[in-house]
């Protein structure tokens, strides 16, 4: 049977993509050798660099978000390089056990996956690395698995203080486009983003944003490369093209995706998210059910993740919901598997979606007879309405 | 400055058109005399007629709703013919004005625009024309200007209680595809339908569907008509064709979103506007406010009038609500300018929408300062949840 | 089976409707009483009336072009009033069948359907008007059953020899947007069109330019009326809103066309017209058939009507060219069924897609083995390469 | 200016995508974890298969074609293994240079980049490898940058004959969906594919198809990989999942693609792009030019390349094209730059946009002052109606 009216996707990304974006990408594919192509790249990259706060390159792929993880790995690492990744989450580790793939020695840094990255573990681990084995240190900017934020100008200082010359990777792949983020402010060295949470397009590009230290390190860089290979890429996008064929559809949704970010205006989107994660929070708190990040100042403002209360299915609620009232939500992913369910509030996200969300999930907590204290709903609307817009 | 996500249009029509009648609408437009067109006109055709729950022919206009009005009068009637309008409200009014403006003398029983028509005054009407002058009698099934019913059948039973011979013309525009409908089993002569409320379509079509006795009233009908007449229309209909250019793009949207209410099953789509409509009331209830129909049996399943406390504005209201929210909700029209605000709840509609849009009335009240008591939303979905889907 | 590539629809209206204008159309329908909806409809009255060239109000109406012919009519005049109109085929013809049945007398000067209106017949039926019986004198600009162009200018000089007080009204229906023309340079009364052949737009919309003394005349005009009637229309469109619910999605169409035309620059648009039509008629000739306007200053730039050789059926030919090479070609309406083809060369259309046009037609022609020459496709190249762009 | 009408595409890929599949992407994007994502990806695997032939697994990468390059290597090689590559143009010298990046080591038959690959040659080399150091004989079915076609089942033979253990790896990325390809018949150990040419979608997807022998070498194939790893992405597709979030729309798209290719008929598909790349060959013949391709058997069916007479620019000729008649023709690429245009027929394509293309061409060379003789586009017209449909 048909369901009526519009699927709520509140999984923490892909995200409601905006009727704008889709009809900017539902016309005709151009030569991608052509000038007006060369305008559209131009414009995109400009736009993508602002989004990122960097001025140096920023790389875009035809990929999902991991190839952009890998990217980063492969054009400034050598096979039996030394990576530090602090186990913010599941894409923490899965991002360590790429590097794992690619013949790099990642230390991982385990993590509890209730708060962002310690910049002080990473500082210590630094420090210890006397022999400067370590080339990178690798951080999940929103880790979309917990809701955590890391403080990355945290990490920034804390390698700094150690002098420690390891390159700064920060995935931003779930935060980029939705909360403030500046890779040249910060000094990030490979930023590594995708289209599908804040950019509010579908899945199927990634981008790599690269520092002049990055830029160096890729010269010396051993690991064999040829797709993901910054090199080539750069020098041909600086006229506009690409080494192969772009996918030019996506490109035109991005460049629309980036004139409503600008026409709202960036601290517009970022105070939004902003807004949306706090009345959440006050759901899930006045439900009386516990947020799965329990550090106060690394609350998501892109993803929330609540844990179940013990004895419960998350996954068998989140069927409920999906069957009841048309709403996806995001399940746990490994070992927070059927323990935690994640709404996603964001991208292209407003007071109305989001009241319409925390309805679902709060109707599906009774129907799914999860113990709760009804009112989450109210309890949002209150703060939504305190708050200014 | 942009706003974020979805725009809620929440006005009793046109509604929210579903993605699916958008895209379907989104194609090349065809050559109206090929038998793909055929094919397609057939189609639409038999589903709307499906919808209509009538047997003989219905016609399709290239027109708003009141071209349906209009062709309904002129098809049927001569200059000078009396007609008999109950006033349920603005648009009953406005039907009557638009015979009187075409040369017919309409007798308007007065209502309050607080209920559907009523039976009785009808029946003594027509029982009072002992010179059988009046020649048609004019129903709005709902009113979308008050959210009152009209019990058709008790209708067909006043007239045939007084053996009266006149037409029975009854206005469905907001009725259409929401609420159980049957021309045939209700004896209607002429069924009056548009696209923009209950068959999710923007708007630009509208429809007659026309029973046998309305068809031989036609022969002898003396108005003037040449755009609405049905006789040229239905004989050319019958191959698949149209005796002018048709509305293609138009009618590909009408064949899928008859689609689409087969895929859910007419049953269910009513049994949904009817879920959504009581959940409002219980909102509105809650809230400590007033419903404009106050003939419990009277309520209308697709939208709801909410009256304004004394000294408080319904525009004031909901200029905060589109500002702050980005809903649209209907004014209060003619003499109910102001003093009610009107909820849609119709088309493709679902219940987390339905929450987003009671959650920006609830904010909305707090906001404007408009005396109420918190809690209609969280009403409402208990309501949902009790009831089952 | 599914017929690859794209459909040509090669009818002399509807027209290929661009891709933008689709687009745009697929979008959400918006609250037909907001702000938002007043710029758009100011947007595209003024648009229009630059197309138009006309100074005083343009109406739009959810309706196909004949209802913008009724309106016209409707407007002005009363119950037996007179209206000279020049058969110059079957849409003139139409016109004044229409005539009648709204009451009017229709004096119809006979035509061959080979040329535009003679300006001269018309002067002489108004010269033998010395009662002013006749109130309107209509002709159709663009004769669109056989591709014969009316100067509209001659009839106005005609009329105003005369000095006979006759309302001019013109169907520019099929020249709009691709031919020149101007309501107020050339005093016409009422100018009336349609959104599917130059404007680029799906059927669904007609428009009626109104002059000065055309609103002078609706003051007195006794035909009934209400859907078509000016006076509240233009009231109300004034404060960019309808007096009922607009066809807002072919609004948001119009409104593109509008812009691409004058993105492309009016004069360009015209120039390109006649290009085509140039080039077409090069290549009937090169075929050795006959063109069915035989008036050298008569012929179409938007539409060429093409007569079989005696014993071959035009339709037979259509067929042909549907089935094996999926374009429409317009067929010959009442009198000229089966006798002519027409091919339409107007609205988004380009050289590439006309010489595939005309290869379609050569191709066809060879496989129904009806008698020509080959090498009109040939022909058509020269013309265009020499002709400049 | 604007151009009206719409672009005519003819570079040989990306090609001018059917509404119909652009309409299937333009929906929103929904969660890669659901059930009716499952459909989604078991339905588009079932059809892919079917067009590549194989009974094995296809893997589809979100990334352009070289992306499923690397990917066929990566996944099955290790450092320093030779891979033989015959150098039948541009982008078998692109594919055997990624090769060598990697860090295989490839051998580069040298082609004149006027035929398909020589099986004898290839089969000499194989012959002489005694050692068995070559693991992967790498051949582009049809190459793009000049318009020849291999013939694969020629060069299985000749591997066969040799005894040789080298997997075959075929590129088919301007050849699959539009000429006669099947991976299990000719034992193609990886079939490379992307989806912007016969598969009529935007650029962004690529594909591998997997021979149970090149599964086995997947085994101990020591080359870094992670993003392009066959064995977790099957593992999970087979449950009809992605280990990274998949390219969702552009499967929409892909699914619209395989429906229309499978009601089109697949021999009918290959059978239209014979007919028009035989009429294309016979206009170029016709102006007198010279078609790169100079080996009568391995004539392309989806790309002509033209070479220019000496003296002449390609590229002066193509800009034009493109500024007077809105048409991309393609360039010549590396050594061929300059020297040919290439001429795409490929996709969703038919009869009169064939026409219009080539009058484009030839149009194009009288501005252009090219030397030839006019009548091509006639030659091609005569070719079209005679063979049959």
New interface residues.
């Given amino acids: ?9 509140q ?1 923490p ?7 704008r974006v ?2 900017a ?10 000038a007006e192509f060369a305008d559209l790249a131009h414009r995109v990259f400009e736009g993508l660099k602002e989004v990122v706060g960097c001025s140096g390159p920023a790389v875009i ?7 952009a993880w ?1 990217a980063a790995l492969v054009n400034t690492l050598s ?1 039996g390089d030394e990576v530090l990744v602090y186990e913010t989450g599941h894409f923490a580790k899965q991002w360590s056990e ?1 590097a794992s ?3 790099l020695l990642p230390i991982l840094i385990p993590g509890d996956w209730r708060s962002g990255a310690d910049a002080q573990a990473i500082a210590e681990n630094l420090a210890a690395d006397g022999e400067r084995s370590i080339k990178a240190v690798c951080v999940v900017h929103n880790e979309t698995s917990t809701g955590c934020v890391t403080s990355v100008p945290d990490i920034r200082r804390a390698i700094d203080a150690t002098g420690h010359p390891a390159l700064l990777m920060v995935d931003t792949i779930s935060s980029l486009g939705s909360m403030p983020y500046s890779a040249d402010e910060w000094q990030v060295d490979v930023t590594i983003g ?1 289209s ?1 949470k804040g950019l509010m397009l ?3 590009l990634s981008f790599n944003a690269v520092s002049e230290k990055a830029l160096s390190a890729s010269k010396h860089a051993a ?5 993901w ?1 910054w090199e080539e890429m750069i020098a041909i996008n600086a006229k506009g093209f690409f ?8 490109l035109y949704g991005l460049a629309e995706a980036l004139d ?1 970010l600008n ?3 960036l601290p ?2 970022f105070a ?1 998210h902003g807004r949306h994660a706090g009345a959440t929070r006050h759901a899930v708190e006045a439900w009386g059910l516990e947020v799965q990040c329990n550090n106060l100042g690394d609350f998501s403002n892109t993803v929330t993740a609540v844990r179940m209360p013990e004895g419960h299915s998350a996954d068998a609620f989140r069927k409920i919901v ?1 069957d ?5 939500l995001g ?1 746990g992913l490994s070992k927070l598997a059927d323990k935690v369910f994640r709404i996603g509030h964001l991208g ?6 989001l ?3 925390l ?2 999930v ?2 599906g907590l ?2 799914a007879n999860v113990p709760h204290r ?2 989450g ?2 309890t949002a ?2 703060a ?2 305190n708050e200014s ?1």
Same sequence: chains 1, 2, 3, 4.
């Fill in positions: 049977m048909r369901s009526a009216g519009r699927h709520f996707l999984i990304g892909p995200t409601n993509v905006p009727d889709l009809r990408m539902d016309r005709p594919t151009i030569d991608h050798r052509s792929y035809p990929s999902s978000g991991s190839g890998e096979p790429i793939r690619l013949g995708g599908q579908p899945p199927g690991l064999p490369k040829s797709y290979s080494p192969y064929t772009p996918a030019t559809n996506m409503m026409e709202e205006g517009n989107v939004r999906l009841r009232f048309d709403m996806s399940n292209d996200f407003n007071d109305l979606m009241a319409g969300t309805a679902g709060e109707m009774a129907l009804p009112g709903v109210q609307l209150t939504l309405v817009a």
